[in-house]
């Protein structure tokens, strides 16, 4: 067999063994992506396609928790960023920080025990934990 050949039936057999994921939904911000995603995972694999959009969707969740806090404590877009310290940084206090909460499980749709919310620190905090409980 030529190294042409070998080499064809090896990415055959590759291709073989990838499996499908499920197209985001047309709800999905990445719908424009989901008629490549198949492309991409014969291209680069599936666990790279999986990686790619986790890190779009963290991305997304990321911006859109940064434009929250911006909007409720009407701050320069250049201030907020996800090391900023709610309290050090922000000088967010109860009240303020009650309605980020609620903003946040109202644009995300989850719920925030108010045990967790005490716990955010940092806006990367809010944005880890939205982002987990959003899968």
Request: charged letters at 25%.
């Amino acid at each position: 067999m030529s190294r042409h050949q070998q080499l064809s039936t090896h990415k055959a057999q590759e291709k073989s063994h990838i499996p499908n994921i499920t197209p985001p939904s047309k709800s999905s911000p990445f719908s424009p992506m989901a008629g490549h995603i198949q492309t991409l995972q014969r291209t680069i694999g599936n666990q790279a396609v999986q990686r790619m959009v986790e890190s779009a969707t963290s991305s997304s969740i990321q911006r859109k928790v940064i434009d929250i806090i911006i909007e409720h404590l009407d701050f320069n877009e250049s201030f907020v960023t996800p090391s900023s310290s709610f309290v050090d940084d922000l000088a967010v206090d109860e009240l303020s920080m009650t309605e980020i909460v609620v903003a946040f499980e109202e644009e995300f749709g989850i719920k925030i025990p108010d045990e967790q919310a005490e716990r955010f620190r940092t806006v990367k905090d809010a944005i880890s934990f939205i982002a987990f409980r959003s899968k």
